[in-house]
């Protein structure tokens, strides 16, 4: 029953009782390793949802974990890891299932299970690492030779399997390895931008959403998603073509929509697929939290979105927090604002960089207000961490008394600035100036806890001290 996968029959011996679900045949397989070793996903989920135990071993020592390994099936890989299914356990070989993911060249179970932290230093009874086990040169080779590479911390710790709660395609773990900071949990991870009451989307501007109507595949020739965008800005593998070098010059992209007639699989649907890549959120030394990549990335290559809650221009004014703003402007016209404070997802934590390896992108999807989407500048090494320009109007306002920590050689923002000496504002010191037009910045700020007290110009107390319009 588990090795043909069939799921209504599993469902209505499960109801009966649970009492034989880790039962062993004579070669120590319980119907969690058959599912397992045939690649039965929904039924994997099932056993583990109703007690399933991914500790039990087989004759020959093996963990389930072994077993996906093997097939290379990471997406039940990943099922088994966020039941507690032990990462480094060691077969009757000595193999940790790193080393069978490596010996049977499963890349994608390689990079997730180095993304949960996996050990690449560990020797089976052969005497072989997980990168010995690997193909000299291959794509598996290449990645465990880049983690293998980097400074390892014997005090980091795993805080979380997946920061996403399982809404995102590949899980986010959490490490740290610097501090006692707590995985961050003060905001909601969410996989769509929220829309709060201070932004209106006219019930008639949704009736008028673009879409396509093409059945041959979308191209510059036929599809008005593609013609909004002005040319087609992804290659046919799904990469930001070659000549888009930074946000001005690619503009707002308009991606097919739910509405349109073309293919899941077209090629103008890239950023709507979700996060694809392998990251990881990991505790960074000086600079808190930041994201690396586990896997090498290509130039072009669609890392990430940036979501948050969508707020008015007027509501950013108000709002004393202005760490995670980022300003987009909706099809109608208007400036809107992305805060990522209490809902947001991955990108709330890419750190600033002045050699930034990520561009953001305005890109729409059938929506009034575009999202941003973050893309490779160069080929990114598996290990490296991830990052883009904030931005000279974000360091205008949070660069007094706080330096740039992204250790490139060309860094612009060293040394902390004096404050800056602006002119008094006209009007109501209460508020924002009459006629004045203050938006919040297109940036964030690093996101460690300061150390000492920094004085933060808030969007409303800037407002308050100057009529210098920062945009």
């Given at each position: 029953m588990a090795r043909k996968g069939h799921y209504d029959t599993a469902c209505r011996i499960l109801s009966l009782g649970t009492e034989a679900i880790n039962s062993q045949d004579s070669g120590g397989r319980s119907p969690l390793f058959w599912a397992t070793e045939y690649r039965q996903e929904s039924l994997v989920e099932l056993l583990l949802a109703h007690g399933a135990d991914p500790a039990v071993r087989d004759k020959e020592g093996n963990l389930c974990l072994h077993w996906a390994a093997s097939v290379g099936c990471a997406p039940i890989a990943r099922m088994l890891l966020e039941a507690g299914s032990d990462l480094n356990a060691l077969n009757d070989q000595g193999d940790t299932p790193l080393h069978v993911a490596a010996q049977e060249r499963r890349y994608k179970c390689i990079i997730l299970l180095l993304a949960h932290g996996?050990?690449?230093?560990?020797?089976?009874?052969?005497?072989?690492?997980?990168?010995?086990?690997?193909?000299?040169?291959?794509?598996?080779?290449?990645?465990?030779?880049?983690?293998?590479?980097?400074?390892?911390?014997?005090?980091?710790?795993?805080?979380?399997?997946?920061?996403?709660?399982?809404?995102?395609?590949?899980?986010?773990?959490?490490?740290?390895?610097?501090?006692?900071?707590?995985?961050?949990?003060?905001?909601?991870?969410?996989?769509?931008?929220?829309?709060?009451?201070?932004?209106?989307?006219?019930?008639?501007?949704?009736?008028?959403?673009?879409?396509?109507?093409?059945?041959?595949?979308?191209?510059?020739?036929?599809?008005?998603?593609?013609?909004?965008?002005?040319?087609?800005?992804?290659?046919?593998?799904?990469?930001?073509?070659?000549?888009?070098?930074?946000?001005?010059?690619?503009?707002?992209?308009?991606?097919?929509?739910?509405?349109?007639?073309?293919?899941?699989?077209?090629?103008?649907?890239?950023?709507?697929?979700?996060?694809?890549?392998?990251?990881?959120?990991?505790?960074?030394?000086?600079?808190?939290?930041?994201?690396?990549?586990?896997?090498?990335?290509?130039?072009?290559?669609?890392?990430?979105?940036?979501?948050?809650?969508?707020?008015?221009?007027?509501?950013?004014?108000?709002?004393?927090e202005d760490t995670y703003y980022f300003v987009v402007d909706m099809q109608t016209g208007q400036e809107c604002c992305l805060d990522g404070r209490f809902y947001g997802n991955v990108g709330r934590f890419l750190n600033h960089s002045c050699q930034p390896n990520l561009v953001g992108v305005q890109v729409a999807v059938g929506q009034e207000v575009p999202g941003i989407a973050f893309f490779s500048t160069r080929p990114i090494r598996a290990g490296e961490e991830l990052g883009f320009d904030y931005g000279d109007k974000f360091w205008e306002v949070k660069g007094e008394g706080c330096a740039c920590l992204c250790g490139s050689p060309t860094c612009r923002y060293q040394v902390p600035r004096s404050a800056p000496s602006y002119p008094a504002a006209a009007g109501d010191v209460s508020g924002p100036s009459v006629g004045t037009r203050h938006h919040p910045l297109r940036g964030f700020a690093l996101k460690s806890k300061r150390m000492n007290p920094l004085k933060v110009v808030t969007r409303s107390q800037h407002a308050q001290e100057t009529s210098l319009d920062l945009t």
């Open positions: 996996a050990e690449v230093c560990l020797k089976n009874k052969a005497g072989r690492t997980p990168l010995q086990c690997a193909r000299v040169s291959s794509p598996s080779w290449s990645a465990l030779q880049a983690i293998s590479s980097l400074p390892q911390s014997p005090a980091e710790r795993v805080l979380s399997r997946d920061i996403s709660r399982g809404f995102e395609q590949v899980p986010i773990p959490c490490f740290n390895g610097v501090d006692d900071e707590p995985c961050p949990s003060n905001f909601l991870y969410v996989t769509q931008n929220i829309m709060s009451d201070s932004v209106a989307v006219s019930p008639a501007a949704l009736g008028r959403i673009q879409h396509c109507k093409c059945s041959e595949g979308c191209s510059m020739a036929c599809c008005p998603c593609i013609l909004r965008s002005k040319r087609s800005w992804y290659t046919m593998d799904g990469r930001l073509v070659p000549d888009a070098n930074n946000s001005t010059e690619t503009g707002l992209i308009f991606e097919c929509n739910t509405l349109c007639s073309c293919a899941r699989f077209c090629p103008n649907r890239v950023v709507q697929r979700g996060v694809r890549v392998q990251l990881q959120l990991c505790r960074m030394p000086a600079k808190g939290w930041g994201v690396r990549t586990m896997e090498d990335v290509p130039r072009g290559a669609f890392v990430c979105q940036y979501f948050g809650e969508v707020i008015s221009s007027t509501e950013a004014g108000q709002r004393q």
